[in-house]
């Protein structure tokens, strides 16, 4: 497999704008919560979130994803009016500051919640329950927008239990590919998925080895592909068993140098969007990736 393959040829659409995901895409994680694993109460006020979306654009991200309720294990339940008060304001003041040309992601899987903030102007359903909640195809379906289904078992709070395979990457593409058969048959169109292998969700350390070394094998879905591993335990696992100390115990935030060469192996191997804390950071193999392939491409 060569290290510069170009990106498989996709593209999203919504309202009037079109995303070309055969170039790469880098998605800036706004948590606008309390409680998020590694930022949780940074960004939950407008002011800070505005401040941190305008350094994220700054730094080259193109999407920014907008997250209201934690889903790390044992995170607790947030109410649908709570959820709505955090990122409608936030989407709005994106807008008022910064314009329609920013895409902007809900990670959310509360239909009321997207609803809400489609209403102010989100462009993207990011939703690790693929949709799975009452009413959440149908209402993807009727406002036909890009959504993002994610592989995960169970619930957040269950996810751990789940995590037992025989073949990992070929379970998650089956399972990816019944998914994307059902919220079809809800009405949503094949052209506005894009697929997440859902890194940290029901998945250990060596499933985590598995699919991060095969992630190629997904471009078989036919789709367009997220990958999100940003600060997520399998990183503190690895650098963990690196046998160098001064690595060994991190913080989630001393993860992302792990994280953005996750990031590049993800995209040698068709993702077209990469999720991520450190914009600035993963830019830069962005940016190196870009040009290298441009050099290969005329060398050719």
């Known amino acids: 497999m060569s290290l510069f393959e170009p990106l498989p040829i996709y593209s999203v659409s919504s309202r009037d704008k079109v995303l070309d995901l055969s170039q790469p895409h880098i998605m800036g994680i706004l948590n606008v919560t309390p409680d998020s694993f590694s930022d949780g109460g940074q960004f939950n006020a407008v002011d800070k979130a505005l401040q941190h979306c305008q350094q994220m654009m700054s730094e080259g991200a193109t999407i ?6 934690s889903t790390r294990p044992n995170a607790d339940p947030v109410a649908t009016s709570a959820e709505i008060q955090r990122v409608v304001p936030v989407v709005q003041a994106i807008r008022q500051y910064f314009g329609h040309d920013i895409w902007l992601s809900i990670d959310t899987s509360n239909p009321a919640v997207m609803q809400a903030a489609f209403a102010a102007g989100a462009d993207i359903w990011n939703d690790v329950r693929a949709l799975k909640r009452e009413g959440a195809a ?16 169970g619930e957040p709070t269950t996810m ?3 995590a037992q395979y025989d073949d990992v990457v ?6 990816l590919a019944a998914r994307i058969d059902e919220v079809l048959t809800l009405g949503v169109k094949r052209e506005k998925i894009i697929i997440d292998p859902g890194f940290g969700f029901a998945k250990n350390y060596e499933h985590h080895c598995a699919l991060l070394s095969q992630l190629k094998k997904l471009q078989a879905l036919g789709l367009p592909m997220m990958f999100g591993i940003s600060r997520k335990r399998f990183l503190a696992e690895v650098l963990s068993r690196s046998g160098v100390e001064a690595v060994a115990n991190t913080q989630a935030l001393e993860r992302d140098a792990a994280g953005m060469v996750a990031g590049l ?14 914009v600035a950071m993963m830019q830069q193999a962005v940016a190196l990736w870009t040009q290298l392939s ?5 060398q050719s």
């Open 294 to 298: 441009a050099y290969n491409k005329h």
């Open 64 to 69: 920014i994803d907008i997250g209201g309720e």
């Open 138 to 153: 149908q209402l993807a379906a009727a406002l036909d927008i890009p959504v993002m289904l994610m592989h995960m078992r």
């Open 265 to 278: 192996f993800a995209l040698q191997q068709g993702a077209s969007i990469i999720r991520t804390h450190n």
């Open 160 to 162: 751990n239990d789940l």
């Open 170 to 175: 070929e379970e998650v593409s089956t399972e």
